[in-house]
């Protein structure tokens, strides 16, 4: 039943039209709706770790929901226009392997990772449709991600590094946290990016109190409290 609903999910999403509670409802057997709502979050935890969108209810009149990129990605997370599936997961795995390799990953690390997904820079994916074009000139473009030459390499090598708009848009946190989510662990378990994580956050925190006019700032010697860690987990080509 979660897998149905997850494909149920998916296309709603591919076919750009909401979801609605009641045709949910409908393909999954009478005898499982009481445990509707374990089955819907287990297929959106799942849809959130291999896409990173969350499903957010919109209308809790009409029980309607949508599945929302984490980051601002073009057209709701699919980058190219009409339909698709988002590519938002591919970005946030490629920013999280920068993170955990301290910021700035070797091109044929990234891609070792990837290969282990079952993505490869020279083969068409069904979801990321050509996923080197995508990750070292469509999110390079768009400021995502920044992709240059290691200084005087010979024969040529290259590197990523986060680009403006993923500082802007996302937090070393959120990363960890959907890193984490991949590997079916919690953020705490990668100690030393949880703890520059937690720096990290402290910093924007006090960037946002620094931004609000007539308040004291909290000095380093005072930091504020941080946050909890999060909890064990209980278990293009287009359609």
Same mark, same amino acid.
């Given at each position: 039943?979660?897998?149905?609903?997850?494909?149920?999910?998916?296309?709603?999403?591919? &076919?750009?039209?909401?979801?609605?509670?009641?045709? &949910?409802?409908?393909? !999954?057997?009478?005898?499982?709706?009481?445990?509707?709502?374990? !089955?819907?979050?287990?297929?959106?935890?799942?849809?959130?770790?291999? *896409?990173?969108?969350?499903?957010?209810?919109?209308?809790?009149? !009409?029980?309607?929901?949508?599945?929302?990129?984490?980051?601002?990605?073009?057209?709701?997370?699919?980058?190219?226009?009409?339909?698709?599936?988002?590519?938002?997961?591919?970005?946030?795995?490629?920013?999280?392997?920068?993170?955990?390799?301290?910021?700035?990953?070797?091109?044929?690390?990234?891609?070792?990772?990837?290969?282990?997904?079952?993505?490869?820079?020279?083969?068409?994916?069904?979801?990321?449709?050509?996923?080197?074009?995508?990750?070292?000139?469509?999110?390079?473009?768009?400021?995502?991600?920044?992709?240059?030459?290691?200084?005087?390499?010979?024969?040529?090598?290259?590197?990523?590094?986060?680009?403006?708009?993923?500082?802007?848009?996302?937090?070393? &946190?959120?990363?960890?946290?959907?890193?984490?989510?991949?590997?079916?662990?919690?953020?705490?378990? *990668?100690?030393?990016?949880?703890?520059?994580?937690?720096?990290?956050?402290?910093?924007?925190?006090?960037?946002?109190?620094?931004?609000?006019?007539?308040?004291?700032?909290?000095?380093?010697?005072?930091?504020?409290?941080?946050?909890?860690?999060?909890?064990?987990?209980?278990?293009?080509?287009?359609?």
């Amino acid at each position: 039943m979660t897998s149905l609903l997850e494909q149920f999910l998916l296309c709603k999403y591919n &076919m750009k039209q909401p979801i609605m509670k009641e045709d &949910m409802l409908k393909i !999954i057997h009478p005898r499982y709706h009481d445990r509707f709502a374990e !089955i819907l979050k287990r297929a959106s935890e799942h849809i959130e770790a291999v *896409f990173a969108v969350d499903l957010k209810e919109v209308d809790s009149t !009409i029980h309607s929901y949508d599945l929302v990129s984490k980051l601002n990605l073009p057209s709701y997370g699919r980058v190219w226009v009409g339909r698709g599936l988002p590519k938002t997961g591919l970005l946030m795995t490629v920013l999280g392997v920068m993170f955990v390799k301290g910021g700035c990953a070797a091109e044929e690390d990234i891609w070792k990772f990837l290969n282990m997904m079952r993505v490869y820079a020279w083969r068409k994916h069904f979801i990321y449709r050509e996923p080197r074009k995508l990750s070292t000139r469509d999110l390079v473009t768009m400021k995502y991600l920044e992709y240059r030459q290691v200084a005087h390499s010979d024969p040529p090598r290259y590197e990523f590094l986060w680009g403006p708009r993923a500082h802007a848009e996302t937090s070393k &946190m959120k990363v960890l946290e959907f890193l984490a989510k991949v590997n079916d662990t919690v953020p705490s378990a *990668f100690s030393i990016q949880y703890e520059e994580a937690l720096q990290d956050e402290e910093e924007r925190a006090r960037a946002t109190v620094l931004a609000r006019p007539g308040t004291t700032v909290p000095s380093r010697h005072d930091p504020l409290p941080r946050p909890a860690a999060s909890p064990t987990p209980t278990e293009d080509e287009e359609f």
